[in-house]
C-alpha cells in the first residue's frame, strides 16, 4: 500500500532535482506534453530520448529542443506505438541504459481504424504498444537509478471499461468511447505494473499521472467533424496550457518522495487543471482481477511476456575468482 503524498503547493518544473547521469525515454515527444517533458528534463541534466512516429516532426521538435536547449544531451530515435515491429526495432537498436520510461504518446478519439497487427487504433497505440515497450525494456530499467515507468492516462479513464468480447470495436464502435478504454487500460495496467514489482521486490517505480485537461495537438489530430469543432473551441477557452498540464508527469518521474502505485494529477476542480497533487483512480480500475486478465491478454496479443525474475547479484570482494 503507498502512504499519503504531500506535495508542495504549486510544486513547478523548477522544483525538479538534479537529473544528470540519468537516461530517460520520452514517446511522443515531438509536440505537446511529450516536448515539454523531454525539454524540462534535459534542462535538468538528464540525458533524453525524444521518440516520434513522423521522422520529419522529429527532427523539427529536435532542432527546436537543441534551440531551446544549447548543449543539452538529446537524441531521437524513431518509434510508432501502432506498429509492434517498430517497438521491437526501437529496442533492439537501444545502445543505452535507461532510468525513466515515460509512456507519453497516444491518440486521442479517431474514426475507427486497426493498427498494422490488426487491433483497434486507440487500444493498440496507447496501451498495448507501450505495454510492449515497457516489457522489453525492463531488464534495462530494473539496472537503472531510481528506476521509474511513468504511464500517462486521463480523467476520461473514468468512463471506461474493457471491451473484451469487442476489443477491436467491429460491432459498435465510438471514438470517445474507445478512447476512454485505452485510459483505463493504462491505468488498469499501471496499478498491477506496480503489483507485480513489487511482489516481486524490483527496484522498479510504476506511477500514473494525467494532464487533466490541457491544449495539445491531440485534439486536433484524432476527431473529426462536430467533435472537431468543440474540442477546438474547448482547447482555446476552457483548457489550461501544455505547460501546466506536463508538470504531472514530471512530477512522477523525478520528485525523489514518489512511490510505486501513485497517481499524479491536476489539483483544480475536477482534476481539470492545477498543480500537481494525489489523486485517485476510478474505483473498478483497482480490481486486480481486471488488471490480470487485461495483462494475460495483453502478453497474449504482443507476445510480450515481462520477466520478473529475481537476478543474483554479481560477485564481488576478495574471494571472486581470478580469471
Known amino acids: 500500500m503507498t502512504t499519503p503524498l504531500t506535495i508542495p503547493n504549486r510544486w513547478t518544473a523548477d522544483d525538479i532535482p538534479d537529473q544528470s547521469g540519468r537516461t530517460v525515454v520520452v514517446t511522443g515527444a515531438n509536440s505537446g506534453l511529450g516536448y515539454v517533458t523531454a525539454r524540462e528534463l534535459a534542462r535538468h541534466g538528464a540525458h533524453v530520448i525524444l521518440t516520434a ?24 530515435r524513431s518509434l510508432d506505438l501502432a506498429d509492434l515491429d517498430s517497438v521491437h526495432a526501437f529496442v533492439d537498436a537501444l545502445d543505452t541504459p535507461v532510468d525513466v520510461l515515460i509512456n507519453n504518446a497516444g491518440i486521442m478519439m479517431p474514426p475507427r481504424s486497426l493498427t498494422k497487427q490488426g487491433f483497434e487504433s486507440q487500444f493498440g497505440t496507447n496501451h498495448l504498444g507501450h505495454f510492449a515497450l515497457t516489457g522489453l525494456l525492463l531488464e534495462r530499467l530494473r539496472a537503472g537509478r531510481d528506476p521509474r515507468v511513468v504511464t500517462v492516462s486521463s480523467t476520461l479513464h473514468k468512463n471506461g471499461t474493457i471491451h473484451f468480447d469487442d476489443l477491436d470495436g ?9 478512447y476512454a478504454q485505452s485510459k483505463y487500460a493504462n491505468v488498469l495496467f499501471g496499478l498491477e505494473l506496480d503489483r507485480r514489482l513489487r511482489a516481486n521486490d524490483l527496484p522498479v517505480l510504476s506511477l500514473l499521472a494525467h494532464p487533466g485537461y490541457s491544449a495539445t495537438n491531440l485534439q486536433s489530430a484524432g476527431p473529426t467533424g462536430l467533435l472537431k469543432a468543440i474540442l477546438k473551441v474547448t482547447n482555446r477557452y476552457v483548457a489550461q496550457d501544455v505547460e501546466t498540464g506536463a508538470l504531472n508527469q514530471l512530477y512522477a518521474a523525478a520528485a525523489p518522495q514518489t512511490q510505486g502505485g ?18 485517485q483512480p476510478v ?3 483497482k480490481d486486480p482481477e481486471t488488471a490480470r486478465r487485461l495483462w494475460d491478454l495483453s502478453e497474449q496479443l504482443t507476445g510480450v511476456r515481462y520477466d520478473f525474475a529475481i537476478r543474483p547479484a554479481a560477485p564481488h570482494g576478495p574471494d571472486v575468482p581470478k580469471p
Open 170 to 178: 467491429q460491432r459498435s464502435y465510438s471514438p470517445r468511447g474507445f
Open 262 to 279: 501513485q497517481f499524479i494529477g491536476p489539483d483544480g476542480r475536477n482534476e481539470s487543471k492545477g498543480h500537481p497533487t494525489l489523486v
Open 53 to 76: 512516429r513522423n521522422a520529419d516532426k522529429g527532427r523539427t521538435a529536435l532542432d527546436r529542443l537543441r534551440g531551446d536547449l544549447p548543449g543539452s544531451a538529446v537524441e531521437l
Open 283 to 285: 474505483e473498478s480500475a
